[in-house]
């Protein structure tokens, strides 16, 4: 199927993805008087008094805002926000099919940090939580750290945390395949912008400790000296033993691979030199940094990527929709890493023995009972944490 003409055949068809749908009668001159003028009057006055009680009279308790500055949209980097819009309204449409989430996109005209952060701060009143959208690093770090300094309602940078959430959750159940755990696997990993940074901050989290980093110019050390001050702080937490080089020389001995990064970068040559049942999470879309036909030739037991055409599709779809529906659901006051470590549980949990004694690591993304669970663990994980505001 040609996809390419398929999409802007159905786009000019659908001339946009979402729409505004009503939720009370305007059929009566009393409706009208409820709805509208005069009535609507007074929940006006209450929240003035109480401006929490805008998520009992308003949307608002179901309301996310879709955010992007279009500076790296899907795969096709900087092509600006406006341009950006189809996919943003691709993202509301799974909020609800999914999560029953209510999504608005929101393209902001801006390439300053602090502008997108001053305009999110000035229109948070409407909304009860944030997806920050295809925003480049290190400026998605700078936006969302002041964010969640500046408003009192959930930030979450999905390319950021639900690719984390979502790699832990395969991870995991890849652990269980090959009977290692977490503390004892040495980690390889290519790519340190935004996914890269995040996938390493949570599976640190999460109990492993032997994690090493690659960007374009080679291992991440922390002896090196980075102008990044978001990069340096992941030097400062990673690669323990201290290996300098290049991908290959992080490779070597190392139980799992995960690539966000380029295609082709993991030769079958350097996986033949990991640990036996290695795992290799292939992640480049839409050329993963290693075909999994030549992983598994090269002796990978495991093998992922983020294609919807193989196997264990590592997919973010199985973690926003969830995440904020339970976030929303306790109007919780952020997003902490209690809760996408419930999460990433949550996931897993949904792969039976049967279907990890058959190589199947990840749940489908289609799975509608995927964030209903998700929702549920991330909810109780919010109360427990004192993160639930209800």
Known sequence: MDYKKLAIDKHREWQGKIEI????????????????????????????????????????HNTVA???DGTAVLGLGNIGPVAGMPVMEGKCVLFKEFGDVDAIPLCVETLSPDEVVKAIAMFCGSFGGVNLEDICAPRCFEIEDKLKKAVDIPIFHDDQHGTAIVVLSGIRNALKVVGKTPAECKVAMSGAG????AIARLLLTAGFKDITLCDINGVINKDNNYADKYLQALA????????????????????IFIGVSA?????????????????IFAMANPTPEVMPDIAIKAGARVVATGRSDYPNQINNLLAFPGVFRGTLDVRASEINEEMKLAAADAISELVSKEELAKGVIIPSP?????????????????????????
């Open 21 to 60: 749908k009503t939720r009370c009668p305007i059929e009566t001159a009393d409706d009208l008087s409820v709805a509208y003028t005069p009535g609507v009057a007074e929940p006006c006055l209450e929240i003035k008094k109480d401006k929490d009680l805008s998520y009992t009279y308003t949307r608002r």
């Open 66 to 68: 879709v955010i992007t």
């Open 194 to 197: 935004a996914a890269g940074t």
């Open 236 to 255: 400062e937490m990673t690669n323990p033993r201290g290996i300098k080089g290049k991908l290959a020389d992080a490779v070597k001995g190392a139980d």
């Open 263 to 279: 295609p082709g970068l993991l030769t079958e040559e350097m996986i033949k030199t990991m640990n036996t049942d290695a795992i």
């Open 366 to 390: 289609l799975n509608k009972n995927v964030a209903k669970n998700v929702a549920s663990a991330v909810a109780k994980a919010a109360r427990r944490t004192g993160a639930a505001r209800i």
